[in-house]
């Protein structure tokens, strides 16, 4: 404290300044990103697009109507699979908070949790790809759901978890069984919460590209059966920017504007349900 | 008189039934509530899936460790300290791809470090709401949400290119993709996930700590310095660990700037894979089990260290919240 | 003519090794109100969640003894309809905050997956409403959400609930002690009404309000039942010298 005291301020002064800049700079790849995606690939947008298949190179237009159905088909798989299961554990953990077994399985939940995508690729790879001796829809599915389950458990149980416990005593008071007053008072109650949470892990896999590299892996053609390989918009994305073919990039570029538009509007429903449908108490 | 003997025989029944642990009590309650089959279904089904979780994560576990067999069997520790990758004689040493995990991160966090705290102490500690703070943690937050394969194309049409005009300047050879490329790539990725756990940590300080510094006349330079970065500082490291373990497991992004080279990298310059990159690169191309087993074996270190480190980085989250509070 | 409606017999209550309750005995009689009073931590709220088997639920929760309902135990009767039976209104006010003021009133019902008809409903919830003098307050809101309601008013509207699946006893935990002074005296006078159609046991720590509106009084004082007896004979003259403390206010 022998610094006088105009130093002192100079010294606040220059570290203000220093964090400003720094945390702003952080933000300027999301400009650069929006700027580039946009500039670059509404170009490329327009009804054909969504309509058509792609054309081989050298050819003009074309669309990646394959790839948004795909990734649709991709996602529901995921959706389908993972939401029951992640629901049930999700209020298994919330309603058994103390046990041993709780303990061992939030630890392997967030094991779950932070495998590499790319590791769970191989994982579906194994079980069904190989199995089944063909790259599939489903097995893309399950390599997404398999990301999706911690998402889902964790914000189902931190929702439940935040229930007053004098909801359910309520509905115990008025003689409902425990199932009863698990899936008519305490899971409506934290419906948003849920949802929220739901809509975010389907936010987060329908921008996965590394698991379905040798899951769905691609396909060119429109393909309904999911035993079959199916494309999706990331793969469009990471096929088409690697490519040497200026035409190609740009199909990539519009790939990734309709990708970060349906992530973003996933994020942003989840965000307004989780502020506008609150259960108040 | 006898009313005490009864309070005895009664502790004595509870005693007699209660064999030190609270498991008797635990399944005398169970079975005491089930008297709705509906509802010993309905528990039964909450056990299932929560058991089925668990033998799934056992299960990857194990499939991973019997499915890189052949190549542990083949290899041993060899694998970790062999150079040479090479397919076709099937001759498979993962050191280069090791090293290029390591680099590739360790710079990333290098470079996430300043600007995530800088974040972190702007929306924790210097405006808490207001129009800046609410449009830097929406950036953030969209940041947060880009699929990292818009990140790895963002990489090859800008920061690629960017690394490329440097290496011109300084007479490097201009492949522009390589180690310090995807770092970049890497911290751009990372720096929203690190910013945001350290927002968490630097919120969770309880403000009488600070207000006392400001009250004895220091300046915010000298609160963050001196109150703020001691009290939080394993919560921050704990929060650098935990983006350190994303950056390890980051693939696409990686693999679409690093140039994919199996070479040992002898400068940041140097393309190179890391250990996600050539998986992603090679799995599907991969024809002998050697091959396949080798390249699973790097998944099952992926797998486990990011485990590990997340865990660490949890745990500390965790002691650091208690001790808080 | 004073019926016995519920007896308290040899009763004891705890968590894991700890006991609570130690052999309590007494009876409630029928159309009367019952209060429960005694300094806080004593087992009031235990007492009171053995009488409709909530006790079980907590974790480690033991007990022994029989409560007699109509001359049948309780404990040997199916839980869930010893609760439809035996009603209870919480310290704190929760409807369900999902559920609309008229839904939340046949709660029971809907939760139970007890089908009615309209016209049932209808008259249920207004018979509810009526009953706790809330009817003329929300009539017009019927379909808003029973979270909208002040402290006081989702209190009664917790106990139209508790009304409307028509109990044997209705059990209260200090149903006003997070209520303002006016909605207290309402719920006060409330009690008094309902007491000619169901049986009430009441829970307080405040011994005024206990003298006001109960008919009979059991002072608990650390898990033990020290005096039982009509609520005038214990305010006038306690046989124990305990009672006499507490309600003299030695002790709180
Ligand atoms: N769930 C529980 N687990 C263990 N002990 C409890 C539990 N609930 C209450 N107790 C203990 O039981 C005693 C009586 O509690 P309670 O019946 O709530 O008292 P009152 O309602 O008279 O204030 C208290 O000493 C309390 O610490
Ligand atoms: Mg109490």
Not at chain 1, 67 to 92: E, K, M, N, R
Not at chain 1, 213 to 226: H, R, S, V, Y
Not at chain 2, 57 to 71: E, G, T, V
């Amino acid at each position: 404290m022998m610094e006088t005291i105009n130093k002192r301020i100079f010294k606040d002064r220059l570290f203000t300044i220093i964090v400003v800049v720094l945390a702003f700079t952080a933000c300027l790849p999301l400009l650069g990103i929006l700027t580039f995606v946009i500039k670059n690939g509404l170009s490329a947008i327009n009804v054909e697009f969504f309509i058509r298949l792609p054309k081989p190179v050298g050819e003009h237009g074309g669309g990646i109507s394959n790839a948004i159905i795909g990734t649709f088909i991709v996602v529901l798989i995921a959706f389908i699979i993972a939401t029951p299961v992640s629901l049930l554990t999700g209020v298994y953990l919330s309603e058994n908070r103390k046990s041993v077994f709780s303990e061992v399985l939030r630890v392997s939940i967030d094991v779950l949790a932070s495998i590499p995508s790319i590791v769970i690729g191989i994982i579906a790879y194994l079980w069904i790809v190989k199995p089944m001796k063909s790259f599939s829809a489903l097995s893309g599915g399950c390599a997404l759901a398999m990301i999706m389950l911690p998402v889902i458990i964790k914000s189902t149980e931190e929702t439940l978890n935040m229930l007053p416990l004098t909801l359910r005593e309520a509905s115990f008071a008025l003689g409902v069984p425990y199932y009863r007053t698990i899936l008519k008072v305490i899971i409506p109650a934290g419906l948003s919460g849920i949802i929220t949470g739901i809509l975010i892990a389907i936010a987060r896999i329908a921008g996965e590209t590394a698991p379905l590299l040798f899951t769905a892996f691609g396909n060119p053609f429109m393909n309904f059966n999911i035993t079959k390989p199916v494309n999706t918009l990331p793969l469009v994305v990471f096929n088409y920017s690697t490519s040497p073919y200026e035409q190609w990039h740009t199909i990539a570029w519009a790939a990734a504007l309709v990708l970060l538009i349906i992530v973003f509007t996933f994020t942003l429903i989840a965000r307004i349900i989780s502020k506008k449908w609150k259960t108040s108490f | 008189m006898k009313n005490e003997e009864k309070k005895q025989n009664h502790n004595q029944e509870i005693c007699h039934l209660n064999p030190d642990s609270e498991i008797f009590f635990r399944i005398r309650a169970f079975f005491r509530t089930q008297h709705s089959p509906a509802d010993f279904v309905f528990r039964t089904i909450l056990l299932f899936s929560g058991i089925m979780l668990f033998l799934l994560i056992l299960s990857i576990f194990c499939s991973l460790i019997i499915n890189s067999m052949p190549s542990i069997k083949a290899f041993g520790l060899k694998f970790f300290t062999g150079t040479v990758w090479d397919p076709v004689f099937e001759q498979f040493g993962a050191l280069p791809f090791v090293a290029g995990t390591l680099l590739t991160s360790f710079i990333a966090i290098i470079i996430t470090i300043p600007f995530s705290i800088a974040i972190s102490i702007y929306l924790g500690e210097f405006s808490k709401s207001g129009a800046y703070s609410g449009l830097l943690k929406n950036s953030i937050d969209l940041l947060a949400g880009v699929p990292s394969v818009v990140y790895g194309f963002f990489g090859i049409f800008v920061i690629v290119p960017a690394v490329r005009y440097i290496q011109i300047r300084f007479n490097i050879a201009p492949y522009g993709v390589g180690i310090l490329t995807a770092s970049i790539v890497l911290s751009v990725m990372i720096i929203p996930f690190a910013a945001s756990l350290g927002r968490e940590i630097i919120e969770m300080i309880p403000s009488e700590i600070k207000q006392a510094a400001y009250a004895l006349g220091s300046t915010r330079y000298e609160v963050v310095r001196h109150v703020i970065f001691p009290y939080a500082k394993s919560g921050l490291i704990a929060g650098i660990l935990l983006a350190l373990g994303r950056a390890i497991g980051e693939t696409m992004a990686v693999t679409m700037v690093i140039g994919n080279s199996n070479m040992m990298p002898k400068t940041i310059f140097a393309p190179a894979n890391t250990m996600a990159s050539i998986i992603a690169n090679e799995f599907t191309e991969a024809v002998s089990n050697l091959h396949l087993s080798s390249l699973i074996e790097i998944g099952v270190v992926l797998f486990i260290v990011t485990t590990i480190i997340s865990i660490a980085g949890k745990i500390i989250i965790r002691k650091f919240a208690v001790h808080i509070s | 003519m004073e019926n016995e409606l519920l007896i308290v017999q040899n009763f004891y209550a705890g968590f894991g090794r700890c006991n609570i309750l130690k052999d309590i005995n007494f009876t409630v009689y029928q159309n009367k109100i019952t209060a429960i009073m005694g300094p806080s931590g004593c087992g009031k709220t235990t007492m009171i969640r053995c009488i409709n088997r909530m006790h079980e639920f907590s974790p480690g929760a033991t007990y022994s003894g029989k409560i007699l309902l109509h001359g049948e135990d309780i404990y040997s009767m199916n839980p869930i309809l010893v609760r439809r039976k035996i009603g209870m209104v919480f310290q704190r006010p929760n409807p369900f905050p999902t559920m609309s003021i008229y839904d939340n009133v046949i709660s029971g019902f809907i939760l139970n997956g007890i089908k009615l008809q309209k016209q049932e409903k209808d008259k249920i919830v207004i018979n509810s409403l009526k009953k706790v003098g809330l009817w003329e307050e929300v009539k017009d809101s019927l379909h808003r959400r029973g979270t909208f309601l002040s402290g006081g008013q989702q209190q009664r509207l917790c106990i139209a609930r508790a009304l409307a699946m028509n109990p044997d006893v209705i059990l209260l935990d200090e149903p006003t002690s997070s209520l303002d002074p006016k909605s207290t005296l309402m719920i006060e006078k409330l009690l008094e009404e309902l007491k000619q159609t169901t049986t009430i046991i009441i829970v307080t720590h405040n011994t005024a309000q206990a003298a006001r509106i109960s008919d009979y009084v059991a002072f608990l004082y650390l898990g033990e039942l020290i005096e039982y007896g009509a609520t005038k004979k214990i305010f006038t003259a306690p046989e124990h010298k305990k009672t006499e403390e507490y309600l003299t206010g030695k002790f709180s």
